[in-house]
């Protein structure tokens, strides 16, 4: 019986410590990203218009970039696209809005399920991203991506995944 307390008591240290382990490599890797971020933002002010922030996100296709939008001190709403060379600010009044590119991708596919609409770069351009749910002509569910140029609204490209 004592034997089998001693390697319980191993067996629960073990636990403890993995665990212990486990959290402190995700509070290490999400305090690194959250430190990218905010050079990212002071970098962003720093070079362009942008004061204020509102979103921040990141968007890999080719190349990365992080993506802000927020406001100049005017109060005018900009995106900011940070490449690892380029830098590019825009208006919003200057392109389509992510509501005008969801209704693109409703006009293609009227009963789609819009997931999520994101600004990215697309063939180093500035662009919509559109990720989507639809049902394909067999019945099945599909997703897909849609881009969606910033300026004018034109199709990039059209990308539907594999079924799984």
């Known amino acids: 019986m004592k034997i089998g307390k001693r390697w319980l008591f191993l067996a629960l240290f073990i636990v403890v410590l993995l665990v212990s382990v486990a959290f402190w490599f995700v509070y290490s890797i999400d305090d690194e990203l959250a430190s990218r971020t905010a050079d990212r933002i002071a970098y962003a002010k720093k070079h362009t218009s942008l004061k204020k922030v509102g979103t921040v996100y990141s968007f890999v296709s080719d190349k990365h970039y992080t993506v802000i939008s927020g406001f100049n001190r005017d109060g005018e709403k900009m995106i900011v696209w940070l490449g690892r060379n380029d830098v ?74 594999p079924k799984p």
């Open 88 to 161: 590019l600010e825009k208006y919003a009044v200057e392109g389509i809005s992510a509501v005008d590119a969801k209704q693109r991708v409703l006009v293609e596919r009227p009963k789609a399920q819009v997931l999520r609409i994101t600004p990215g770069v697309v063939d180093d351009e500035p662009a919509w991203e559109v990720y989507y749910t639809f049902t394909d002509q067999q019945g099945a569910k599909r997703l897909a991506y849609n881009y969606y140029r910033f300026e004018d609204g034109s199709a990039l490209r059209s990308v539907i995944l």
